[in-house]
T-cell receptor, first 112, second 115 residues
Framework: DQQVKQNSPSLSVQEGRISILNCDYT??????FLWYKKYPAEGPTFLIS?????DKNEDGRFTVFLNKSAKHLSLHIVPSQPGDSAVYFC???????????FGSGTKLNVKP | SAVISQKPSRDICQRGTSLTIQCQVD?????MFWYRQQPGQSLTLIAT?????????ESGFVIDKFPISRPNLTFSTLTVSNMSPEDSSIYLC????????????FGPGTRLTVT
């Protein structure tokens, strides 16, 4: 049973517009959430994180929103750039960080 | 963030053979993990590499198939034993250093093809 889900396998966005990537989870005990970006032939790169005590975290063009009641988080990229084209994974962890659960990924394509 | 290297970066192996993947971190880290990413799939945790003791395996993964060593806080190996084409995958080492942060960092991965 997959505890972290990314229901959109792909997303296409025009350069300069907003990209919104979504992630849902089932375990209300998750305490920490992360987003990773992965280019082909490379390992995932940590992008941004949020703890369960917050509902928003911002870092430059990237903002992560957490809605605990809905068990939903999203990553906003504004403005989107062609270099943002990659596969994005969301992940969740319990308070002890002994294990991370990953979604199946969303492939983002930012068109020039 | 920790800098992680993996060797080899890729390999093509014959069915029935074994391959050992090395993971080296530039600093001492508390936790090291091994993941697998099969084509078009998410990252699946194989095991947590414990320093000085046996690795903790996830459901569906066993020590005989994926023996893991972690002799110190900066190095670990994963062996894929008696390989079959179904083992073709990207194998990723990752670390968490809880003394610094809670983010998990990944190595570049080892792309394994079994023929």
């Amino acid at each position: 049973d997959q505890q972290v889900k990314q229901n959109s396998p792909s997303l296409s966005v025009q350069e300069g517009r907003i990209s919104i990537l979504n992630c849902d989870y089932t375990n209300s005990m998750f305490d920490y959430f992360l987003w990773y970006k992965k280019y082909p032939a490379e390992g995932p790169t940590f992008l941004i994180s949020i703890s369960s005590i917050k509902d928003k975290n911002e870092d430059g063009r990237f903002t992560v929103f957490l809605n605990k009641s809905a068990k939903h988080l999203s990553l906003h990229i504004v403005p989107s750039q062609p270099g943002d084209s990659a596969v994005y994974f969301c992940a969740a962890s319990l308070y002890n960080f002994n294990k991370f659960y990953f979604g199946s990924g969303t492939k983002l394509n930012v068109k020039p | 963030s920790a800098v992680i290297s993996q060797k080899p970066s890729r390999d093509i192996c014959q069915r029935g053979t074994s391959l050992t993947i090395q993971c080296q971190v530039d600093s001492q880290v508390t936790m090291m993990f091994w993941y697998r990413q099969q084509p078009g799939q998410s990252l699946t945790l194989i095991a947590t590499a414990n320093q000085g003791s046996e690795a903790t395996y996830e459901s569906g993964f066993v020590i005989d198939k994926f023996p893991i060593s972690r002799p110190n806080l900066t190095f670990s190996t994963l062996t894929v034993s008696n390989m079959s084409p179904e083992d073709s995958s990207i194998y990723l080492c990752s670390v968490v250093d809880r003394t610094l942060s809670y983010e998990q960092y990944f190595g570049p991965g080892t792309r394994l093809t079994v023929t």
